[in-house]
């Protein structure tokens, strides 16, 4: 430890003997040479055929690398040293007939640059510390580095890889090559991020032969979710399963095995390792952009266990919310690429990966691409949700309890009025919630026509409370059981997991309501409505939220939780009941601290290792405040959580880790001295540090929860006095907008490919073969659309007809009827947007009517009924040949033989006849 009465450059060098014996190596001066000592020995002022050099670095006896040292208030001229550094590095050194050497250093014991002139292109790079000497020795035993060893990627097979995907690969690759140390993905949601990275993540172990990949998430779901894509995932070019050709370990307390070559893991139990803490496991569960970033958080340490250089790579999920401040020292810390992942980065998320954006791929593209699907708003708007309302005094109301939900009855002292910002956490309006939900229900065959069930809808609710009405509302007003809605937050009684599984897979529940713990990054992808019963205000969380709904499914899949679906997930929907869609977002939360920080918060940020006077001295003073308000029966459960602790003994502990009598007195006891004596300045920093821990160590996830609950406002008014109502509810105008748009696109898709597509050119061109359209001819437009043009499912461009026309035209059997419906409306056959079953049931009254009036004879009833299953069949297939009569239908009722039986030699002409009149 350097001294403060050295000079400069003798404290530089202490500091530089500091980090070199943490990193593992014997640190010599001249007269205390012995390179057998320890496997890493650095020797000062070694002599060289240029002058002395300040540290040679040998390992195993043999010199590999060499320190130049430097004053701190030089840091800043340390590139401007290399020079000097490499001179020191290809000198002969005295005694020794050496090679150059490969590892060169320039350190100030703060900062320090390192360079491995055996890359390609050697660069210099800031690092934390020292490298260990295994760690060299290791190096050396290769012939090619690590950055050598990434110009030899082969050819990227891109089999079961989208375009978007293939592209980011590539790029990322070659962000690699060029030795760029950080990377941006940025890839909108559902296009296949974790794929991709994985898919990279493969080709760094096998072909550049990392030693060790970091995949760094913030939340423990999104920790979970990433294992099991891991462990599901197979290379294109092995029929194994990664798990089996990688040992993948996802961290669940301090042990890190050495052996595994993908780690999983939060950045707040990385952050704990590396202090050598043990980590509760709630803090694992919120995400770390919601917590107050302290202003002078517990800074990282070398832990030997866990040098440096552990990690070649770091994959950074969701990485526009979890490297900043606190969470930026972790990324510091380690020598490696780092690699961000995100959909919605914002400037800072640019600037920390030097704005190497490899990969842009935005949510527009990815709705044209098909990889997405795209929205649209549907509004709710209420007097109350707007404006609050008034109670007056004498009135009597049930007031709640938050915790308990008792209730009682009592009469206003005074007039109260709130405001619909106030509603659900001071006031909850029962009518409010009901006419949102009754009005969500009645409208839903406006806002999904084609439906029998409701489909798969999540609620964002304030707080777990206004979930809990919620749920109660939709189950009395949708006159459905408990398995209709459940809750899904992280304070549900039931497994949140188990509930989101059969949200995601099962019939039931067709609602499910949460607070934020699937607001981000947890697929659902069947979920097709976003009902917002919150406001947003961040840009970015408000993006997250929503890309809960983007994610595509195919017919079959979404038919096994919706059945009466009739094609692919095509859109979602958000209906939006408090304004969310328009009131003013922010780029992104404030992250530093302020005046006015919440006292969630300020425990979350004490728990999570702040050091900040001021962050303690508030939360010692809110929670002696909080004392004299708690209950008996409050401050019983909590000293049950903190070990017998009161709020207003965490309070003290909080002012005794910032007090100079109690630090300076636990100073003398840990050191055994008088109580006259004075401590050092070690022994002080020591006695702190203790106490701070100690006061930290009061704050567990359920401690602070508990805490928040208690000291928000006991009760909530319960207004049944004041009835709500519904002042506006439709789609929004952005969304008309977007169907007129969509039909002009569909248009002039037809338009464009009417000379191409056989059945486009029989529409357009050669009405009188409409009669030879075959359902292989109406498939081949739906494939081409599918593939050149997915946003223009016919499902969505019906949907934009009947919002433009502001008429229900009816509902399709199929995504092929609604095409031809759709194709006969834009060409000008049908002068209204009419189901093709409807067009084809109109033609065959019309047509048995002019059979029937002549004098020929008229057809039997058992024609008849012939007659009506070949209509049927030609509403789904569109024509009728004679091999069709030898399959069902026809075939269980005598097949092409009965026909000729109840037509006899007029039944080629009958056929031919309905081919033409049905398909008028």
């Excluded at 990193?23 to 001066?29: I, N, R, T």
């Excluded at 900062?111 to 491995?116: A, I």
């Excluded at 709130?418 to 009518?431: A, E």
């Excluded at 009827?817 to 009254?845: C, H, M, S, W």
């Amino acid at each position: 430890m350097a001294e403060p009465n050295q000079n400069p450059e003798q404290q530089a060098r202490d500091r530089i003997d500091d980090r070199l014996r943490q990193a593992g190596w014997e640190v010599q001066g001249k007269t205390e040479t012995n390179i057998t000592v320890a496997l890493g020995v650095a020797l000062k002022e070694y002599s060289t055929d240029v002058g002395p050099a300040d540290y040679v670095l040998f390992v195993d006896r043999k010199p590999v690398g060499i320190i130049e040292a430097k004053r701190e208030d030089e840091g800043h001229r340390l590139t401007l040293v290399e020079e000097q550094s490499q001179g020191y590095a290809t000198a002969k050194l005295k005694y020794i007939n050496n090679a150059p050497l490969p590892f060169v250093y320039e350190s100030t014991g703060v900062l320090t640059r390192f360079t491995d002139r055996r890359d390609p292109k050697p660069r210099s790079r800031p690092v934390f510390s020292f490298h260990r000497p295994e760690t060299l020795q290791a190096w050396l035993r290769t012939d090619r580095p690590l950055r050598t060893r990434l110009l030899d990627f082969p050819a990227l097979d891109t089999t079961g890889l989208r375009e978007c995907q293939t592209r980011a690969i590539q790029n990322l690759e070659h962000s690699f090559q060029e030795n760029r140390p950080r990377a941006l993905l940025q890839m909108a949601t559902g296009s296949g991020k974790t794929v991709t990275a994985i898919t990279s993540v493969y080709r760094l172990l096998k072909f550049a032969k990392a030693k060790r990949v970091l995949f760094l998430v913030d939340t423990k779901g999104l920790a979970e979710q990433a294992e099991q894509e891991f462990m599901t995932f197979t290379p294109v070019d092995d029929n194994r399963k990664f798990t089996e050709l990688y040992n993948v370990q996802r961290l669940k307390s301090r042990y890190m095995a050495t052996d595994s070559q993908v780690c999983i893991s939060t950045i707040q139990r990385l952050y704990s390792i590396l202090k050598g803490e043990d980590l509760d496991e709630t803090v694992e569960e919120r995400n770390p952009n919601e917590m107050m970033q302290p202003k002078a958080p517990m800074p990282v340490v070398y832990n030997p266990s866990i040098p440096i250089e552990f990690f070649d790579f770091i994959v950074i999920d969701e990485c526009h919310r979890s490297i900043y401040s606190l969470w930026k020292q972790v990324l510091d810390y380690f020598d490696s690429f780092l690699i961000g992942l995100t959909a919605t980065p914002d400037q800072r998320t640019f600037a920390f990966f030097n704005e190497n954006v490899v990969s842009e791929y935005t949510h527009e593209e990815a709705v044209t691409d098909g990889v997405n699907v795209g929205f649209d708003v549907y509004t709710i708007e209420t007097e109350i949700t707007q404006k609050g309302s008034r109670l007056v005094a004498r009135e009597f109301v049930d007031k709640r309890d938050k915790m308990t939900r008792k209730r009682r009855w009592e009469q206003l002292d005074e007039d109260l009025t709130y405001s619909g910002k106030q509603l659900d956490r001071d006031v909850v309006n029962p009518s409010q919630i009901r006419n949102i939900i009754r009005t969500f229900r009645d409208k839903l065959p406006e806002i999904f026509p084609h439906r029998k069930e409701v489909p798969k809808t999540l609620i964002f609710a304030k707080t777990d409370s206004h979930a809990d009405d919620i749920i109660q509302m939709v189950r009395e007003e949708f006159g459905e059981g408990n398995a209709f809605c459940k809750k899904v937050t992280y304070q549900s009684k039931e497994d949140p997991k188990s509930v989101l599984a059969q949200f995601r897979n099962d019939y039931y529940p067709r609602i499910a309501v949460t607070v934020d713990m699937i607001a981000t990054g947890t697929d659902v992808k069947p979920l097709e409505c976003l009902l917002f019963m919150r406001d947003v205000k961040s840009r970015n969380y408000f993006e997250q939220m929503k890309g809960r709904g983007t994610r595509t499914l195919g017919e079959d899949d979404l038919k096994k939780v919706s059945p009466s679906v009739i094609s692919r997930k095509t859109h979602f929907v958000i209906v939006d009941a408090v304004g969310v869609t328009k009131s003013l977002k922010t780029n992104s939360r404030s992250l530093e601290r302020k005046k006015g920080v919440p006292l969630k918060d300020l425990m979350m940020g004490v728990m999570m290792g702040a050091q900040d006077e001021d962050a303690f001295i508030s939360l010692a003073g809110r929670l002696a405040r909080l004392e004299q308000q708690l209950e008996p029966r409050e401050r019983e459960r909590l000293g049950q959580m903190t070990g017998g602790l009161s709020a207003g003994q965490i309070a003290k502990a909080l002012l005794n880790a910032y007090d100079t009598d109690t630090i300076a007195d636990k100073a003398r006891l840990d050191g055994g001295l008088a109580s006259t004596a004075e401590p050092s300045p070690g022994a002080i920093a020591n006695a702190q540090q203790d106490l701070i821990r100690v006061a930290a160590s009061a704050f567990t996830g359920e401690v602070i929860d508990f805490i928040e609950n208690v000291r928000r406002v006991h009760e909530q008014i319960i207004d049944t006095v004041n009835l709500d109502r519904v002042t506006a509810v439709g789609w929004d105008a952005q969304a008309r907008d977007r169907a007129m748009h969509l039909i002009q696109d569909f248009t002039s898709f037809m338009e464009r490919h009417k000379d191409e597509i056989t059945a486009l050119k029989i529409y357009y061109n050669q009405p009188y073969q409409r009669r030879d359209l075959t359902f292989q001819m109406i498939r081949e437009v739906l494939t081409i659309l599918k593939t050149e043009k997915p946003t223009l499912a016919p499902l969505s461009v019906w949907q934009a007809y009947e919002l433009v026309e502001g008429k229900k035209a009816g509902t399709p059997i199929s995504e092929l009827t609604a095409l031809v419906a759709l194709i006969r409306k834009v060409v000008g056959i049908d002068q209204e947007l009419t189901p093709y079953e409807g067009t084809v049931n109109r033609n065959f009254q019309q047509w048995v009517f002019q059979k029937q009036a002549g004098a020929a004879p008229k057809f039997t009833e058992a024609q008849m009924e012939w007659l009506r299953m070949v209509k049927e069949h030609m509403i789904s297939s569109f024509h009728l040949e004679r091999d069709d009569l030898d399959y069902a239908p026809f075939d269980a009722q005598g097949g092409l033989a009965k026909m000729y039986q109840l037509f006899g030699d007029m039944m080629d002409g009958l056929i031919d006849e309905m081919n033409e009149a049905l398909a008028a």
